[in-house]
């Protein structure tokens, strides 16, 4: 609460003196330094997984600080049990009622995604805790952030924000479109048919209540699927996207330590600068440490997530090969496009994993080698000590490993 408290003041503060800036500056310096301000202002790297989190908050899986507890456990089990626990229940049922290959494999493609989401669905749930302690990190790091105050760090750090909402904006419009295409497949076709093959026990073709009323329920259990599949999917970018951010800022940092050095070679002036370098270190070194806790609490939460997409994809890439291939007719477009949708989505959501992934490692590369670039060599013997303890831990590179084998590397995607 404390905590909280002194961040509501500082930005109160800030605020006040933008607003001073505004009434007191009109050059192009003014208004350069208030832009850096506003930068420092809404600096909260925390907004990278917001969408992410608003989505579990609506799904039932974090309760809202303002909701009730009963009400947060009703709406919680209400969807979870109507969506969650039927809607694949549905899909896999209908799959020992199948009775033509075309069934079969249209059935099979969304069973599996929606089986390997509900998994991760559930992991969020498991490692809910640890996505609180990520949530503390990152205040710690931006709070240091903000004190540093450096122009170039919060740019990079806005960025990583804006780059994680992208991948989450990006996975949304792809489950709109293929929603959309499952609606317009329905809405056009001849006979009658379902959004997706499922088993429900009754004859919904001779009964139009049961027809409409299986139908709705369906584009329902679909929009609450695509929305946690659309969360699930794109957290784990998201997060790595940040981690990223942070190495990098820290990199920045890093590299300024004992520059530029004093002009005056006074003893005194000397001593203040050395004291003054080997606090910097300090400083960096603990927020190293943070970052190397954020790393392991991402690979904690991620490892399981990370390893269901790659099977997924596996799988769902194979089965729809066999169905464009083998199965479907080469008229039937919606059927075509709906398969092409899915193939596209789970390669995506496995390259966007690798690559965020790779990005990470190299970057914690980068951070070594910026340890190396300060400049230790005129400095204290506490300084250079704590150093080379630092450099020894930084000589391994970062990895997130799916299922804490498999390393999460553009190398893995090509070979995947």
């Given at each position: 609460?404390n905590?909280?408290?002194e961040e509501?003041f500082?930005?109160?503060?800030?605020?006040?003196?933008?607003?001073?800036?505004?009434q007191e500056f009109k050059?192009?310096?003014?208004q350069?330094?208030?832009?850096e301000?506003?930068l420092e202002?809404e600096?909260?790297?925390h907004?990278?997984?917001?969408?992410?989190?608003?989505?579990?908050?609506l799904m039932?899986?974090?309760?809202?600080?303002?909701m009730p507890?009963l009400?947060f456990?009703?709406?919680?089990?209400v969807?979870n049990v109507?969506v969650?626990l039927?809607?694949p229940?549905?899909?896999?049922?209908?799959?020992?009622?199948?009775?033509?290959?075309?069934?079969l494999?249209?059935?099979l493609?969304?069973?599996?995604?929606?089986?390997v989401?509900?998994?991760?669905?559930?992991?969020?749930f498991l490692?809910?805790?640890q996505?609180?302690e990520?949530?503390?990190?990152?205040?710690?790091?931006d709070?240091?952030a903000?004190?540093?105050h450096?122009?170039e760090?919060?740019?990079v750090?806005?960025?990583s924000?804006?780059?994680?909402?992208?991948s989450?904006?990006?996975f949304?419009w792809i489950?709109?479109?293929g929603t959309a295409?499952?609606?317009?497949r329905?809405?056009i076709?001849?006979d009658r048919?379902?959004?997706?093959?499922a088993?429900?026990?009754?004859?919904?073709?001779?009964?139009?209540?049961?027809?409409?009323l299986?139908?709705?329920?369906?584009?329902f259990?679909?929009?609450?699927?695509?929305?946690q599949?659309?969360?699930?999917d794109?957290?784990?970018?998201?997060?790595l996207?940040?981690?990223?951010?942070?190495?990098r800022a820290l990199?920045?940092?890093?590299r300024r330590?004992g520059?530029?050095?004093?002009l005056?070679?006074?003893?005194y002036?000397?001593?203040?600068?050395?004291?003054?370098?080997?606090v910097q270190?300090?400083?960096c070194?603990e927020d190293?440490?943070?970052?190397?806790?954020?790393?392991e609490?991402i690979?904690?939460i991620?490892?399981i997530?990370?390893?269901?997409?790659f099977?997924?994809s596996?799988a769902v890439q194979c089965t729809?090969?066999?169905?464009?291939l083998?199965v479907?007719?080469?008229n039937d477009?919606s059927t075509?496009?709906l398969?092409?949708?899915?193939f596209?989505?789970v390669t995506?959501?496995?390259f966007?994993?690798c690559?965020?992934?790779?990005r990470?490692?190299?970057?914690?590369e980068?951070l070594?080698?910026?340890?190396?670039?300060?400049?230790?060599?005129?400095?204290?013997?506490?300084f250079?000590r704590n150093?080379i303890?630092?450099?020894?831990?930084?000589?391994?590179p970062s990895?997130i490993?799916?299922?804490?084998y498999?390393?999460v590397?553009?190398?893995?995607?090509?070979q995947?």
């Open positions: 609460m905590l909280k408290m509501e500082e930005m109160s503060v800030k605020q006040k003196e933008i607003l001073e800036m505004d050059t192009g310096m003014g350069e330094k208030k832009q301000m506003e202002l600096l909260n790297t907004n990278a997984v917001s969408y992410h989190w608003r989505v579990w908050e039932g899986l974090m309760q809202p600080p303002e507890r009400q456990v009703v709406r919680s089990a969807i109507l969650t039927l809607f229940l549905t899909l896999l049922a209908k799959l020992f009622f199948t009775s033509s290959l075309k069934e494999f249209e059935n493609t969304i069973t599996i995604t929606d089986f989401a509900n998994l991760k669905f559930i992991n969020v490692v809910r805790r996505l609180r990520i949530t503390d990190i990152l205040r710690v790091l709070k240091r903000k004190i540093v450096n122009q760090e919060l740019r750090l806005h960025q924000v804006k780059t994680a909402q992208s989450f904006r990006t949304a489950f709109v479109f295409l499952s609606c317009i329905v809405a076709a001849r048919q379902l959004l997706y093959p088993w429900f026990g009754v004859d919904w073709q001779c009964s139009d209540l049961a027809y409409w299986i139908n709705v329920y369906q584009l259990g679909l929009i609450v699927q695509a929305i599949d659309c969360a699930n794109s957290y784990p970018p998201a997060y996207c940040i981690l990223t951010g942070h190495m990199e920045l940092r890093v330590i520059y530029p050095q004093p005056a070679h006074t003893l002036n000397q001593a203040r600068y050395h004291q003054s370098v080997y270190l300090c400083e070194i190293y440490i943070n970052i190397l806790r954020l790393n609490i690979q904690e991620l490892s997530a990370c390893m269901a997409q099977v997924c596996a729809v090969a066999m169905h464009v083998y479907v007719d080469s477009l075509m496009m398969s092409l949708v899915f596209m989505a995506l959501e496995v966007l994993i690559y965020f992934g790779d990470m490692r190299t970057q914690s980068a070594l080698d910026a340890f190396y670039a300060c400049n230790w060599m005129d400095q204290m013997p506490q250079k150093l303890i630092t450099l020894m831990r930084t000589q391994k990895f490993y799916a299922g804490s498999i390393p590397t553009l190398e893995t995607f090509v995947v």
